[in-house]
């Protein structure tokens, strides 16, 4: 079952919609990890069961660090609040 190739695309887009419910950029790298394993095995890259974990973790990893450091929080991007409106 996990040699399916639609299987990883569906997580996949099962993963990406879930981001879009869940904001941060939680799951989009894992999205992009499912769908890269579901690609490689519909060209028809035999992977093993431990093979295609670590891959789904090394390439999830790699897109979640990426993703973070392209579209991740900015310098000065939060603000503070020193002044609180209640107390006038």
């Given at each position: 079952m996990w040699n399916e190739w639609w299987i990883w695309v569906a997580a996949g887009i099962g993963l990406g919609i879930l981001e879009v419910l869940v904001p941060g950029f939680l799951f989009l790298g894992f999205a992009i990890g499912a769908g890269v394993i579901g690609l490689l095995l519909a060209v028809g890259v035999a992977l093993s069961m431990p093979q295609l974990?670590?891959?789904?973790?090394?390439?999830?990893?790699?897109s979640w660090l990426v993703l973070r450091r392209v579209v991740g929080l900015r310098q000065g991007q939060v603000k503070r609040v020193h002044h609180d409106i209640n107390e006038d």
């Open positions: 974990l670590v891959t789904f973790g090394v390439v999830s990893l790699v």
